[in-house]
Each structure stands twice: as C-alpha cells, then as structure tokens.
C-alpha cells in the first residue's frame, strides 16, 4: 500500500471516529447542535456517502441512524442532504439491507411530496437505487414505495420523473408490483411521459409499459388507458430500441383475446404493417 493510500485511509476511519462519537452526542442530546451545524454535518455524510470506498467506514460507525434523523428532519437543507447520503449509499446493493433495517428507505417515502426540487430528486434518485436490486422488490411492495414513485412520475421536472421511471420499470419486473402499480392509478401518469421531448423518457415509458404488460389483467389496463395510441407512436419512432419494446408491448397486449377487437378496429395492424415498410427500408436495422 502506497503512502498516499496510507493517507486516504487514515483520513476516512477519522472521519468515521468522529461521526461515529457526533452520533453518539446527537442521541444522547449532549450537545444542542445549531441548524447550521446540522446542515454542514449532513452535508459532509452526503459526501463522503458519494464515495464507494468510504462507505463501509460510515456504516461501521453507525452513520445511516443519523441519516434517518437528518431525512425526518424538519429543515429543507438538513432533509434534503440527508436523503442524498441515503440516495449515495443505496447505489452500492451490499448497503440496502442496512438501508431497510435502520429504516433510512421509509424516512425517503414522505419527501416524495417535499416542495423542494433537490430533495424529490435525491428521493427519486435513492428510490431507483434500491429498486434496481430484484431481491428489495417485495419489500418495497409491502412498505408501499410504488406510492411515492406514482407521485414521482408526475413531477414535472426531468430529471426527478426519468429516475421514478426507472424505479417502476425495476420494480415492475415482480408481479404484485406490476399489480399495485396499476391499483395505484399510475398508468396514466406513465403514460403522459410518453409527450416527454427527452428520448430517454419516452424509452422508459416504453420499458415500463412491456413489463406492466406481462400480467393479463395489465393488458386490458393499458388499452383501456389509451396505451394503444402511445404505443403505435413509439413503433414508429426512429428509436430503435423505442420501437423494439413499443412492438413488444403490443405483442403481449395481443395475447389477451379481448384486447384483439378493439386493437384491429383501432388500425394497428395498418400501422403494423407500415412499421414493417420502414424496417425495410431501413435495411432491417430496426
């Protein structure tokens, strides 16, 4: 080991020392710690969260327990830092067991609604972290995180709906989910992304309606939703993987008899047949 990875060593478990005794001071209400201090302490978990190598030294010293208090609290600043170290923390999937255990997911499930913009984004963020680990999805069922994402998906910033999406298009890969979305109403929020201008919205959008629709009852949702009309502006997008998962969607709403009527009466084997001129065309790159 080098001297100066000697250093950095040295620097994060004193770094973790001494969030380990501040935590100890917060619990045991030795110090009236100030809003500012607050604020600059979840700042510097925040950041020190952000780096993998540094995270097992902040567990060790029983950081995330703060960073439950800090996301409940009742200052923007403190909640908002304090769902971005959770957020840090859930990109590595060794860390979500500590994550639920110490419940710093369920502190995230309210700030879903916060008025500030940085915090919904640091929840959507931590949201889609723990969600793309498919051993979390019957937990997250059961807490009900598929509520907050819904709320999520409506925002009307980007970035926060594009990180809800990714979150349902995880979570819809389990059946009780794909079940409790649609029960939620959160199909014609979904479907709305679909007039996003973002290509990696719209994708999204695409993705999450082909896992929703591998459950039956889900293929008579969709086209009842009005999915069918997404769907064909999808296959005929020059996207390819937008139009992939747009003719796979498609494909699995066919499946179910009482869709195939009201599909045929709605023309889309006529556009079926036109996004088969264009792969043509295309030279089968489509």
Do not use: W
Not at 64 to 91: E, K
Request: charge should be negative; charged fraction near 20%; hydrophobic fraction near 45%.
């Amino acid at each position: 080991m080098s001297s100066t990875q000697d250093g950095v060593v040295i620097i994060i478990f004193a770094a973790a020392f001494f969030v380990q005794i501040l935590c100890s001071e917060l619990a045991f209400g030795i110090y009236d710690v100030s809003l500012q201090v607050r604020r600059e302490v979840a700042r510097t978990l925040a950041l020190f969260a952000s780096k993998r190598d540094s995270q097992p030294s902040l567990l060790r010293a029983g950081a995330v327990n703060q960073l439950v208090l800090f996301a409940r609290n009742d200052d923007v600043g403190v909640a908002r830092y304090g769902a971005l170290a959770i957020g840090n923390l859930a990109v590595q999937g060794a860390n979500h067991q500590e994550l639920f255990d110490t419940g710093a997911v369920m502190a995230l499930l309210p700030l879903a609604a916060s008025e500030d913009l940085d915090t919904r984004r640091c929840v959507s963020f931590a949201l889609n972290n723990v969600a793309s680990n498919e051993a979390n999805h019957g937990v997250c069922e059961k807490m009900g995180v598929l509520r907050p994402l819904v709320t999520l998906t409506k925002d009307p910033d980007v970035d926060v709906h594009l990180q809800a999406a990714f979150a349902v298009r995880q979570l819809s890969l389990t059946p009780k989910c794909r079940f409790q979305f649609i029960e939620l109403k959160g199909l014609h929020p979904l479907l709305q992304l679909a007039e996003s201008d973002s290509v990696e919205v719209q994708r999204e959008v695409a993705a999450c309606l082909r896992n929703l629709s591998l459950s039956e009852p889900n293929k008579i949702s969709i086209r009842k939703a009005g999915g069918l009309e997404v769907l064909v502006k999808f296959a005929l997008s020059a996207d390819v993987e937008m139009a992939h998962q747009a003719c796979g969607v498609i494909a699995n709403l066919a499946e179910a008899i009482e869709n195939q009527g009201p599909m045929v009466e709605s023309g889309i084997l006529q556009h079926l047949k036109y996004v088969c001129k264009m792969d043509r065309e295309q030279g089968g790159q489509r």
